[in-house]
C-alpha cells in the first residue's frame, strides 16, 4: 500500500497523538502528510527516528490522500472536510461539527462498526465521538449488549487535555505558579485548574442547567445505540489531570444478573480491561491508563441502595471507568475508524 | 466565663483548623489547653498574635475543661475520652471511634441538634461526623426535610486533608517532584495523589465491593436523620485538591417540586451559599470553598433522565457541592457542637 493518510492539525494534542500511534505502528513516514495552520507549517516533528515536516493546511493538500484524520477545531473540519472529500479522502472527524448530522455515522469500533457503510466508493465523512462519551460506552457497552442498560448516572472526572495541549501547558505552569507561591494565571480555563476542581468549562444551557459536556453524552449515545430509551444523568467535572479521563458510573439494566455475569461481560471485551483488586485496594486511575488505549474497569459491585435479589441478582451496578482522553478518547478511536475504512 | 476548652491533636490539620477558628472568634488564649503527643510537646503555635505552648497529652491534662475537642486519632479518642469525661469535660470527637454507637449522638448543628440531651448534669460525648456526610448533608438536608430524599446517588471528589497534614504535604512534594521530572515517592496513599485521582483509600470490603468512607455516608446518614429508609448509591473517590472536598449528587425526592421550590429552600439556609450562575458559568468550587465554614451548592437542574412532569415538576434533581473538610468537613463543626453544650 502506498496510500497517504493526512493529519490535519498535527501540532495540537489529538494530532500529535495520532502521529505517536503512526509511529508506534511503524506507519512509513512518506505516506503521512501532516497538516497544520500556517503558524506551524515548515516545523518539524520527530518520527520514528527521522523528521516529518508539518505542511500548511489548504485546499491542495488533500491530493492522493486516502483517509484524513482531522483533529483541529470545528471551524476547521466545516471548512476542509468537504474539501478533503471532494480530493477523493474519506474523513474521519474529531471534532463534535457533524457528529449529530443525521447523515453522518458516529462510531466507536467497538460498539457500532456497522454504522460505517461498506461497499460505497465514494469518500465517506465518518465522526468520532467526544472522549466522555467513547470512554462510557467501551465500559458499558459490553453489559448493554447483554442486559440492556436503562439508565446511567454518569460523573467525570476529566482530564485537561480534552481542552488541548494549551490547557495541559496551563496545568503545569498553574501548579508551578502555586507551589512557588506565585500568582496563579487562568488563560484557557476561567477557573484554576491546579489544586482544584470545576464544573466542565462548555457553555451550560440557562433553561436546562445542563452543559454541552453533558447534552454530548447523552445524544451521542442516543446516536450510536441507536436508541434514545437509555436515560442519562450526567454531570461533567474537570481535575487536575493531564490526560486520561475518569468515571464513576451507577447503571439500572433491563435483566437482574449476578455479580459473575456482570464480570463475564468484561472478559476478552477488546479495548478493555479489568482492574478490581478489593484486598489490595488497587483500581484503575488516569496515571495507569494514561498512554494506553484500553478502557479500564474497575470497582464493580452491586449498588447497595438496591442489594441483591434472592437468586443473588441486581439490576443495578456501580462502576468506575478511566481511558485516556487523547488515546481512545480521540486518536486511536479515529485510527481505528480509519482502518475500517 | 473563665472555663476552659481543650484541643487534641492540636498539632494535626483538624486541631490546627479548630486553633485558627477559635483565633478567628478572638476566644481567649488562656483558656486554651493544646494537647498533642511527647513528641510535639512544648512546641509553640502563634495565637491572636500572642503564642500557645503545646502540652503533652495525659490523663491529667483534663482538669477544670469544659469541653474538649478530639481531633486526633480514633486510638486517642478511645483512651482518652473516657478520662476527660471522667475529669468532668465534654467531649466532642472528630474520629470514628464513637460514631456508630448508640449511646453516642451523631450530630451536625444545622441537622439534628435534638440530638444533644439537653438539662442534664454528666460529661456528654457527642460526636462529629465524617466530612463527606456532613458536607452531603448540609446540601440536601434542607429538601429533605421539605420534599424527602428518598435516593441520592454521590460520587466524591475529596481533597488529601482528609488524610491529614502529611497527605496535604505529599501532594505538594509530589506534584513538585512530577514538574521537575524526578521520582514521584508516594508514602501516604499508595497511589500517586499529584495529578492523579484514585478510589479512595480507606480499605474495601471484599465482599460488598464498598469501602468503609462509602458505608460511613450511608450508615452515619441513616444515624443522623434517624431513618434507614433513604438508600444512597456512593463512589469515593480522591483528588488533587488541598483542603475542600466536591461532591456531585441525583436526588429522588419523595414529592415532585417545582425548580423555584427547590431553589427557595436553600435561601435563608444557615452555612449553605447557593453559586449558580449557568450563564456566567460560575458553581461552586473547593478553592472558592477553602478556608470558610459555608458548605456551597450549585449546578442545581432538574435531572434530564426525568424531567418535568406536565404541572413542571419533578422528583429528580441534581447538585454539584464544595465544602471545606478541615472547617464545616471536621473543625467547625465540632466548635458548633461544643457551642452547643
Same mark, same amino acid.
Given at each position: 500500500?502506498?496510500?497517504?493518510?493526512?493529519?490535519?492539525?498535527?501540532?495540537?494534542?489529538?494530532?500529535r497523538?495520532?502521529?505517536?500511534? @503512526?509511529?508506534? %505502528?511503524?506507519?512509513?513516514? +512518506?505516506r503521512? $502528510?501532516?497538516?497544520?495552520? =500556517?503558524? &506551524?507549517?515548515?516545523?518539524?516533528?520527530?518520527?520514528?527516528?527521522?523528521e516529518?515536516?508539518?505542511?500548511?493546511?489548504?485546499?491542495?493538500?488533500?491530493?492522493?490522500?486516502?483517509?484524513?484524520?482531522?483533529?483541529?477545531t470545528?471551524?476547521?473540519?466545516?471548512?476542509?472536510?468537504?474539501?478533503?472529500?471532494?480530493?477523493?479522502?474519506?474523513?474521519?472527524?474529531?471534532?463534535?461539527?457533524?457528529?449529530?448530522?443525521?447523515a453522518?455515522?458516529?462510531?466507536?469500533?467497538?460498539?457500532?462498526?456497522?454504522?460505517?457503510?461498506?461497499?460505497?466508493?465514494?469518500?465517506?465523512?465518518?465522526?468520532n465521538?467526544?472522549?466522555?462519551?467513547?470512554?462510557?460506552?467501551?465500559a458499558?457497552?459490553? @453489559?448493554?449488549k %447483554?442486559?440492556?442498560?436503562? +439508565?446511567?448516572? $454518569?460523573?467525570?472526572y476529566? =482530564?485537561? &487535555?480534552g481542552?488541548?495541549?494549551?490547557?495541559?501547558?496551563?496545568?503545569?505552569?498553574?501548579?508551578?505558579?502555586?507551589?512557588?507561591?506565585?500568582?496563579?494565571?487562568?488563560?484557557?480555563?476561567?477557573?484554576?485548574?491546579?489544586?482544584?476542581?470545576?464544573?466542565?468549562?462548555?457553555?451550560?444551557?440557562?433553561?436546562?442547567?445542563?452543559?454541552?459536556?453533558?447534552?454530548?453524552?447523552?445524544k451521542?449515545?442516543?446516536?450510536?445505540?441507536?436508541?434514545d430509551?437509555?436515560?442519562?444523568?450526567?454531570?461533567?467535572?474537570?481535575?487536575?489531570?493531564?490526560?486520561?479521563?475518569?468515571?464513576?458510573?451507577?447503571?439500572?439494566?433491563?435483566?437482574?444478573?449476578?455479580?459473575?455475569?456482570?464480570?463475564?461481560?468484561?472478559?476478552?471485551?477488546?479495548?478493555v480491561?479489568?482492574?478490581?483488586?478489593?484486598?489490595?485496594?488497587?483500581?484503575?486511575?488516569?496515571?495507569?491508563?494514561?498512554?494506553?488505549?484500553?478502557?479500564?474497569?474497575?470497582?464493580?459491585?452491586?449498588?447497595?441502595?438496591?442489594?441483591?435479589?434472592?437468586?443473588?441478582?441486581?439490576?443495578?451496578?456501580?462502576?468506575?471507568?478511566?481511558?485516556?482522553?487523547?488515546?481512545?478518547?480521540?486518536?486511536?478511536?479515529?485510527?481505528?475508524i480509519?482502518?475500517?475504512?
Amino acid at each position: 500500500m502506498s496510500e497517504l493518510i493526512a493529519i490535519v492539525g498535527a501540532t495540537g494534542a489529538v494530532g500529535r497523538e495520532a502521529l505517536s500511534i @503512526l509511529e508506534q %505502528r511503524k506507519f512509513p513516514a +512518506h505516506r503521512i $502528510v501532516a497538516l497544520a495552520s =500556517a503558524r &506551524s507549517a515548515g516545523s518539524r516533528v520527530s518520527y520514528n527516528g527521522g523528521e516529518i515536516t508539518i505542511q500548511e493546511l489548504t485546499a491542495a493538500s488533500f491530493a492522493g490522500v486516502k483517509v484524513s484524520i482531522f483533529c483541529a477545531t470545528s471551524g476547521i473540519s466545516k471548512q476542509f472536510a468537504p474539501i478533503a472529500m471532494k480530493a477523493g479522502s474519506h474523513v474521519v472527524d474529531n471534532s463534535s461539527a457533524f457528529r449529530m448530522d443525521p447523515a453522518v455515522p458516529l462510531v466507536v469500533p467497538e460498539v457500532n462498526p456497522e454504522a460505517i457503510p461498506r461497499g460505497t466508493s465514494t469518500p465517506l465523512l465518518i465522526a468520532n465521538p467526544n472522549c466522555s462519551t467513547i470512554i462510557m460506552l467501551m465500559a458499558i457497552h459490553p @453489559l448493554h449488549k %447483554r442486559f440492556g442498560v436503562e +439508565h446511567a448516572t $454518569v460523573s467525570t472526572y476529566q =482530564a485537561v &487535555s480534552g481542552a488541548g495541549a494549551a490547557a495541559m501547558d496551563e496545568l503545569r505552569e498553574q501548579a508551578a505558579a502555586s507551589l512557588a507561591g506565585a500568582p496563579v494565571i487562568a488563560k484557557v480555563f476561567d477557573e484554576q485548574c491546579a489544586f482544584n476542581v470545576f464544573s466542565h468549562n462548555s457553555a451550560v444551557d440557562v433553561e436546562t442547567g445542563l452543559n454541552v459536556e453533558e447534552t454530548k453524552l447523552i445524544k451521542e449515545t442516543h446516536k450510536i445505540w441507536n436508541s434514545d430509551k437509555v436515560t442519562i444523568t450526567p454531570t461533567c467535572i474537570r481535575v487536575p489531570v493531564y490526560r486520561a479521563h475518569s468515571e464513576s458510573i451507577a447503571l439500572r439494566l433491563a435483566t437482574a444478573v449476578t455479580e459473575q455475569q456482570v464480570r463475564e461481560a468484561f472478559v476478552n471485551q477488546p479495548g478493555v480491561r479489568v482492574l478490581d483488586d478489593r484486598a489490595g485496594n488497587k483500581f484503575p486511575t488516569p496515571l495507569k491508563t494514561a498512554g494506553g488505549d484500553d478502557v479500564w474497569v474497575g470497582r464493580i459491585r452491586v449498588d447497595p441502595a438496591a442489594g441483591f435479589d434472592a437468586s443473588g441478582r441486581s439490576r443495578h451496578w456501580c462502576l468506575w471507568v478511566c481511558g485516556d482522553q487523547l488515546r481512545k478518547g480521540a486518536a486511536q478511536n479515529a485510527i481505528q475508524i480509519a482502518d475500517l475504512l
